[in-house]
C-alpha cells in the first residue's frame, strides 16, 4: 500500500463545477503540500499546510491531522485548471523526506 | 520560473552511455531533493542533501546512478550505462531547512533508445 493515497486518479468535470480531489496518508507527517504539474513536467506549489484551511483565489487545500486526510477544492472550475494535481507529504521520520500520491489528472471541459 | 534550474531540460542518449544532470537550487536553499516521475505516476523518491551531505539513498537508486552535491549549492546526478528503463523525467526539488515549501525545477527529461 502507497504511503500516500489519492482520489480520483481521473476527473472530468465540466467548466464551472466544483471539484474536490482528495488524498490520504499512512505515515506521519510534519507537513502536506498540494502540487500541480502541468503538461511538459513543471511542478508549482499550490499550498504547504500542516493544519487547518487555506484559500488562494478559487483555490481551497483542508487537513485533518488525525484523520490523516486533506482535499484540495476549486471554485467555479475552468480549462486552465487542467493539469495534474499531486499531493506530497513531510514524512516525520526518515528527515522529513517529500513522499508524493500518484497524482489527480484534472480535465476541465469548457 | 520557480528558481530552481535544471540543465538540460531534455537528454535522448543511446543505452550503455553515461548522462549527468544538473540541479542549481536557491541559493540559500540547504535541502535538495532528486526524484524520478514516469508516465502517469507521481515523483519517485531518488536521493536528498542537506548541504553537502548525502542523507539518503532510495533502494530504487541502483550502483548506477550516483549523486552529488560537492559545496552544498548545485548537484548532479549521474547515470552509468544507462538502459531503457531509465528514461523518465528526473526533477530536482529544493527547500530551506525543514518543512519548508519545496520549489521545484522544470526537469530534465531523459529518452534512452
Known amino acids: 500500500k502507497n504511503e500516500v493515497e489519492q482520489s480520483p486518479q481521473n476527473l472530468t468535470a465540466q467548466e464551472g463545477e466544483f471539484i474536490t480531489i482528495n488524498c490520504s496518508y499512512s505515515v506521519g507527517i510534519s507537513a502536506l503540500h498540494w502540487l500541480q504539474q502541468h503538461p511538459g513536467g513543471g511542478i508549482v506549489s499550490l499550498f504547504m499546510l500542516s493544519s487547518g484551511k487555506k484559500k488562494h483565489g478559487r483555490l481551497i487545500a483542508t487537513i485533518n491531522i488525525q484523520e490523516k486526510h486533506s482535499s484540495l477544492h476549486i471554485t467555479a472550475s475552468h480549462p486552465r485548471d487542467s493539469a495534474v494535481y499531486i499531493c506530497?507529504?513531510?514524512?516525520?521520520?526518515?528527515?522529513?523526506?517529500?513522499?508524493f500520491g500518484a497524482g489527480t489528472i484534472l480535465r476541465v471541459k469548457s | 520560473d520557480t528558481g530552481v534550474s535544471q540543465n538540460p531540460r531534455h537528454k535522448i542518449t543511446k543505452r550503455g552511455q553515461n548522462v549527468t544532470f544538473r540541479c542549481d537550487p536557491i541559493?540559500?536553499?540547504?535541502?535538495l531533493y532528486w526524484y524520478r516521475q514516469t508516465l502517469g505516476q507521481g515523483p519517485e523518491f531518488l536521493t536528498y542533501?542537506?548541504?553537502?551531505?548525502?542523507?539518503?539513498k532510495s533502494r530504487l537508486l541502483s550502483d548506477r546512478f550516483s549523486a552529488e552535491r560537492p559545496k552544498g549549492s548545485f548537484s548532479t546526478l549521474e547515470i552509468q550505462r544507462t538502459e531503457q528503463g531509465d528514461s523518465a523525467m528526473y526533477l530536482c526539488a529544493t527547500g530551506q531547512g525543514m518543512n519548508t515549501e519545496a520549489f521545484f525545477g522544470q526537469g530534465t527529461r531523459l529518452t534512452v533508445v
Open positions: 541559493s540559500e536553499h540547504n535541502r
Open positions: 542533501f542537506q548541504n553537502e551531505a548525502q542523507l539518503e
Open positions: 506530497a507529504v513531510f514524512r516525520m521520520e526518515y528527515g522529513n523526506k517529500l513522499v
